[in-house]
């Protein structure tokens, strides 16, 4: 069975400092791992996805097979990035199992 | 980006009746669509996978005969909330792939059962 692990709730920073949210999945095959980010009063969109390889916004995540986690950095917080930060594991057929998520609060 | 629009966004209703929540893809065709379920600050739960053409699959729990899923083109999926309860007052959100690996997501729409 596949299950993503968002140990925080809540995440607060102040502005320009960095911030990590981490994720955990435990998957038998081989892992796609993506970040979902839900700014307020908007629908979930994809923030970044581990295939690719890319920074967004600022953010990357790196996917660590050996400690099986995907964890999403920045190193410097800006107040827009305040939002619903979730961790989804993909399979073959496309389906998406979402970590319980992490809301970031970066204060002015 | 590829669009997913669902409709409505907030439905209330009576204990008793149904509710008929639908997702379109605006540019793309959706052969499979993702119906989840989020209950208040809890992540987003899959409820069933429907695939055009085809019956819905359900995941362990979600009782099909009280969520009708209806998959009947490329385009529109619909999820029917039969004989709603207030147990059933949810965020309800749908997802389909572009034929990518990206997923787009509908607005969601929460309904709520007095």
């Known amino acids: 069975a596949q299950r993503v692990t968002q140990p925080e709730k809540l995440l607060s920073v102040f502005k320009g400092a960095p911030v990590e949210l981490k994720c955990n999945y435990s998957?038998?095959?081989?892992?796609?791992l993506f970040w979902y980010v839900q700014y307020s009063r908007q629908r979930l969109q994809l923030l970044l996805r581990?295939?690719s390889r890319e920074s967004i916004k600022g953010f990357t995540a790196d996917l660590n097979k050996g400690e099986t986690s995907f964890h999403l950095k920045k190193p410097f917080a800006q107040e827009e990035d305040s939002a619903m930060y979730y961790c989804?594991?993909?399979?073959?057929?496309?389906?998406?199992?979402f970590g319980g998520g992490t809301r970031l609060m970066v204060k002015p | 980006g590829a669009v997913v629009s669902q409709h409505p966004s907030w439905v209330i209703c009576k204990s008793g009746t149904s509710v008929k929540i639908e997702c379109r893809s605006l540019?793309?065709?959706?052969?499979?669509m993702f119906w989840y379920r989020q209950f208040p600050k809890q992540s987003l739960m899959l409820m069933a996978t429907?695939?055009?053409?085809?019956?819905?699959?359900?995941e362990q729990g979600v009782e099909k005969d009280k969520f009708l899923i209806n998959h009947a083109s490329l385009t529109l999926s619909t999820l029917t909330v039969t004989s709603a309860h207030p147990e059933d007052s949810s965020f309800y959100i749908c997802s389909s792939f572009d034929g990518n690996t990206e997923a787009f997501f509908g607005q969601g729409t929460r309904l709520t059962v007095v």
């Open positions: 540019d793309f065709q959706a052969t499979t």
């Open positions: 429907s695939n055009e053409g085809s019956k819905a699959t359900y």
């Open positions: 998957y038998s095959g081989s892992p796609e």
């Open positions: 989804a594991l993909g399979n073959a057929g496309n389906m998406l199992t």
């Open positions: 581990h295939i």
